[in-house]
C-alpha cells in the first residue's frame, strides 16, 4: 500500500529564519522522489514536518487526501486531536542519517520497539516481523547484536528495518549514506533502490548521490532558500536541468567529486 502527498503553500519558521518558503507540492502513490539541494536549503525540515516530528506555521499537509494538522467537525474543520495525528502519522516511516538506534537495544529489539509498543503487537509477532525484515536487509545473522557492535552500514541496515517494520505507506529517507564509510554506500543504495523498484510505497529520498537520484527515481525536486526551484523527471533534471540555479548546483557538486 502507498498513500500520495500534498502540501499547499507549506511555511516553516524557526525564529526569524524562514527555512520554508511557502511550498505546493504533490506526490502521486507509489513514486519515488528524490530531493537534492544545498545544505540549510530546508530539506531536512520538509521531511520532519511530514513526519510530523514538526508544524507548519502556516499551509496544509495531506496524506492521501487527509489532512495531519486538522480534522472535520462541526460545519468545516477544526484542529485534529492527537489520535488523528497518531493515525496519520502511523502511514509514514522514516530513516534518519544517524540512525538514531537505540544503544541499549539488540537489533532484534530496535525493529520490535514500535510494532509492539506502538502498534501493540504481541511479543512473537514483533519477533517475527523483526526477523523478516532484518532478514530483507542482509542482516539475518546480526539479531542479538547491539549498535555498538555494528558498522555504520549494517546500524543503518537495522534503521531501515526498523522502519519497514511498521509497514508504513510512505517512506522518507533523510541522509541515509551520508555518515557512512564509503564503501558501505553501495549496499544501502542498493536496498533503497530495490525498495523503489518494488513501487509498494511512496518513497521521499534526501540525497547527495546524483547518480542514485538519476536512476532509482522517477522525479527529483532541487530545493533552494526553503523552495522548489526545479521539479522534473529525474533524467531530464539531472541532464538538461532548467533553472541557471540547478545547473550551478550540479555543476558544483560535479567539480567536488
Ligand atoms: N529545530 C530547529 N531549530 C532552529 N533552526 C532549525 C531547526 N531545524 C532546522 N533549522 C534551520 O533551518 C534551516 C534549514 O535546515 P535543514 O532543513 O536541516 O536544511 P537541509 O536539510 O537542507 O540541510 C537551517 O538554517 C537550520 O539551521
Ligand atoms: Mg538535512
Known amino acids: 500500500m502507498s498513500a500520495s502527498i500534498t502540501l499547499k503553500n507549506v511555511h516553516k519558521r524557526y525564529g526569524s529564519n524562514h527555512v520554508l518558503r511557502g511550498i505546493d507540492l504533490h506526490i502521486d502513490a507509489g513514486q519515488t522522489v528524490s530531493v537534492i539541494g544545498p545544505s540549510g536549503s530546508g530539506k531536512s525540515t520538509l521531511l520532519r514536518l511530514l513526519m510530523t516530528l514538526d508544524k507548519p506555521d502556516e499551509g496544509r499537509i495531506e496524506i492521501d487526501g487527509e489532512s495531519i494538522w486538522t480534522m472535520p467537525g462541526g460545519s468545516g474543520e477544526r484542529p485534529?486531536?492527537?489520535?488523528?495525528?497518531?493515525?496519520?502519522?502511523?502511514?509514514?516511516?522514516?530513516?534518519?542519517?544517524?540512525?538514531?538506534?537505540?544503544?541499549?537495544?539488540?537489533?532484534?529489539?530496535?525493529?520490535?520497539?514500535?510494532?509492539?509498543?506502538?502498534?501493540g503487537l504481541p511479543k512473537d509477532e514483533a519477533a517475527q516481523r523483526a526477523r523478516e525484515y532484518l532478514g530483507m536487509v542482509g542482516l539475518a545473522d546480526k539479531l542479538d547484536a547491539y549498535p555498538g557492535n555494528l558498522s555504520g552500514g549494517q546500524k543503518q541496515r537495522v534503521g531501515i528495518a526498523r522502519a519497514l517494520a511498521m509497514r508504513p505507506e510512505i517512506m522518507l529517507f533523510d541522509e541515509v549514506t551520508s555518515a557512512l564509510d564509503p564503501e558501505l554506500v553501495g549496499g544501502i543504495l542498493q536496498i533503497m533502490k530495490d525498495l523503489a523498484d518494488r513501487g509498494e510505497m511512496t518513497m521521499i529520498i534526501v540525497t547527495h548521490q546524483m547518480s542514485f537520484a538519476e536512476k532509482s527515481s522517477d522525479r527529483t525536486l532541487f530545493f533552494a532558500d526553503g523552495n522548489i526551484v526545479e521539479d522534473g523527471p529525474s533524467e531530464q533534471l539531472f541532464r538538461s536541468p532548467t533553472q541557471e540555479r540547478t545547473q550551478q548546483f550540479l555543476q558544483a557538486v560535479i567539480e567536488g567529486t
Open 80 to 119: 485534529a486531536d492527537s489520535a488523528h495525528v497518531r493515525r496519520v502519522r502511523g502511514k509514514i516511516g522514516m530513516v534518519f542519517q544517524h540512525f538514531n538506534l537505540f544503544p541499549h537495544m539488540t537489533a532484534m529489539a530496535n525493529v520490535m520497539e514500535a510494532p509492539r509498543h506502538v502498534l
